[in-house]
């Protein structure tokens, strides 16, 4: 456990003035000798190399509050459409990484050239050693600020894939049967689906083979925010029909639940009969048992009788 | 309660240290934080301290660009703190009001190891007033950490002036009073802080009539002072919960290393304290001189190619953390295991790498991309960890090689068994003039540590004739014989004390020769070496703690006056293993190898 004795230490000076102000000691600075540090330390070189430096650092401090600022809109914009609030377009996000980008690489021209004139003049191993390490942070401070950047624009990109993916309606990575769009495999579903009404199956189908080249398409502004209405009509026949499965799930469960709860019941009674013919068993065994004593005896007793 | 948090002084004194270079406020990691840079100074008390525990890399992520010793020519440095870390003796105290008055530095934030007294404050004052520097002394710290933490539960002295501390300095025979007093004033101040820093006042016990009582009484004389003054008492505060005055105290055991000469002497089976006896090792850092290749040398030929390198051995080394205390048989398989489960993590490793090579290309094949990019983002991401685990294993297969080097060519299992056989009063099956005399059986050293532990057991001192005998071979085999001078003289002071030590029933079992320890591809042939296991016996150390120690003492520290070895640390290690929640903190005034130990009591010998 540290103690803290910068107090103590101010006191001894103090002290240590007293003292020498008794013994009539001059010091360089005597009495006035705060004034006289401030003095000292003006001419002091402030250091080219210092000042510059902190200024980078605050530009990266810039750059890092930038984006804080504008995080929470730019990763948010896709969960909830419906609020006016945090709502952010594509072009402000570009906008946005543009000018990281931009940041990022001024800072890091600011940082090299640094490096490159640090060593300029300077003749001290110790202090070239210091410099490069000063330099080494603020590279550091900027790849900490920089992760901020990548990782939400990390979050975007992978936004974008799935929200292709997705709109390909391809339901497992694996199952690539259903990517194509020949018509053979799509009429094959009417047979799963009993409800289906034969109609709505080769609608969607064309559907299908229509939009499948639009949506090929990558990286295009285009079509993202907006569904065309062959799209609308097409999911909400899927919509209707999905509808009509759950449905019949339904329906499928509460017969089941009845019938278990008939077996249950069932089996009630049956534990209860099984029960009552225990009492009767017991009794018919209780004369068995004594029955089978007498037919002993009698036959022991028959036994004898030719001795007799 | 005194729970084992507070009780852990290696992240204790971590704690401390970073405390210290954030300018002494809590350091707060903070991922998109400011840098801010500093130089470190030092002397060489306070690089033995911060050595063991902060690496060069945790100083930099600290902020610190230079590390220098106090004593080093040291260009003046604008616009940066300096944190300086020294002890407050007279010409560290010169040397930083001539930094003052060179204005090195911007600002200067001075913490002194151990407490520093009022005129040497006063100095620092009047440098900085002549230098007009008063308002750049940013800040004056007493860290009390002037004690070195090597793990969690165990720390020494000091490293520097240990030839003051050490257990020839406290026996010979010529030291005056006042030698004796600055031994004893050095050896307390150590053991002061430590409990400053534990922030817990212990109850002490020590054994009577030896320089562990002189200790003994010292410490509780400056404890009580301290706590008299009420106001500024270093044990009142937040570190110290309402109980402290109750059954929480912890327990320190003062043991003065005359009771038991031979563990010093001992040959071992334990990793780290084989790294201890046969390497370089130092304040955690092992030295090792690389043999080149790990083919098999014929007998006594030397490899000709020797590089030389440097490992730490710390708490982050979680392979050293699980298997120093382990037998080294053992150690040898799981440096294997290691190595294998490593090769199976690369090998996925790779095969990601070609599957991403083979379908970048294929364009429907986006969502296979997205999985696999999962996969490769883990890979990626477990990539350093790999990395520290390859290291890891390397290093270890370098020390642990290193160490069957010598046990191979030593017959180091051989002189394990027969000195726990000695130890424990068991019959011997070899005669020990056979294994002195053996030419091919362990260095002159060796033979004379292990007639050591015979003479300092044996309950009967062998006849003269016996003797003479001994001494023969001892001195035939090349030994140097001050150090049974010394013995002798122990034993018969030791005699009239108390009864000599004794060590226990059990043994070692061992468990037959083995020609390999693992299938083909190890690196370990463990040809001709015993698998031998070791059976819990307790040291006489350990069994002084388990006399004292009732159930509510928790936790105790054991500290050797004359110091120590690892040998007893793990015996106190093992023995504490099989209580739940209760903790041992081993310290010790120096810690030596029994190479080390044998060159003091050769100097003791010599008349």
Redesign the interface.
Known sequence: MAVDITLLFRASVKTVKTRNKALGVALGGGVDGSRDELFRRSPRPKGDFSSRAREVISHIGKLRDFLLEHRKDYINAYSNTMSEYGRMTDTERDQIDQDAQIFMRTCSEAIQQLRTEAHKEIHSQQVKEHRTAVLDFIEDYLKRVCKLYSEQRAIRVKRVVDKKRLSKLEPEPNTKTRESTSSEKVSQSPSKDSEENPATEEHPEKILAETQPELGTWGDGKGEDELSPEEIQMFEQENQRLIGEMNSLFDEVRQIEGRVVEISRLQEIFTEKVLQQEAEIDSIHQLVVGATENIKEGNEDIREVPHL | LLGFKSVNSCSKKQV?LK??LNF?VPHIKN??G??V?K?LIYDRFGQDIISPLLSVKEL?DM?I??H?LLHSD??P????PAVYFVMPTEENIDRMCQDLRN?LYESYYL?FIS??S?SK??D???A????????Q?????????NFITLEDDMFVLCNQNKELVSYRAINRPDITDTEMETVMDTIVDSLFCFF??L?AVPIIRCSRGTAAEMVAVKLDKKLRENLRDARNS?FT?D?LGAGQFSFQRPLLVLVDRNIDLATPLHHTWTYQALVHDVLDFHLNRVNLEESSGVENSPAGARPKRKNKKSYDLTPVDKFWQKHKGSPFPEVAESVQQELESYRAQEDEVKRLKSIMGLEGEDE?A???L??NTAKLTSAVSSLPELLEKKRLIDLHTNVATAVLEHIKARKLDVYFEYEEKIMSKTTLDKSLLDIISDPDAGTPEDKMRLFLIYYISTQQAPSEADLEQYKKALTDAGCNLNPLQYIKQWKAFTKMASAPASYGSTTTKPMGLLSRVMNTGSQFVMEGVKNLVLKQQNLPVTRILDNLMEMKSNPAIVFVVGGGNYIEYQNLVDYIKGKQGKHILYGCSELFNATQFIKQLSQLGQK
């Open positions: 401390a405390r210290m002494n991922s998109t400011e840098p840079w130089v930099r902020g660009t230079l220098l040291r260009d440095i604008p616009d940066v204005q913490n407490a520093i009022r404050l006063e620092i004052a009047n900085a007033l002549a230098a007009s520097a008063v308002t002394v940013a800040k004056v710290f007493d860290q009390y950490l400053v820093t922030g270093l505060g570190t429907g986006i969502s296979m997205s999985d």
